[in-house]
């Protein structure tokens, strides 16, 4: 197999993986949230503070500054 068909075949891979994270994320109905350092976006290196739901580590909302100050002094 060449190296062109390899990429070929983990990018489908990676598009069936992205689609069923994105199915378990929808249909989650996010029991439980913290507040995590994650990635701004997928392509980048920049850390933002979110709140995540912990079942299915999808991003969900913003925390306020009280909420912020609160977790950086842990």
Not at 9 to 29: A, F, V, W
């Amino acid at each position: 197999m060449g190296k062109s068909q390899k990429v070929a075949t983990l990018l489908g891979e990676r598009q069936k993986i992205e689609k069923e994270i994105e199915d378990i994320q929808k249909s989650c109905q996010h029991p439980t949230k913290s507040i995590k350092n994650v990635r701004e976006r997928l392509d980048s290196t920049t850390m933002v503070t979110r709140y995540v739901c912990d079942e299915c580590s999808l991003i969900i909302g913003i925390p306020n500054n009280d909420e912020l100050q609160n977790f950086l002094k842990q």
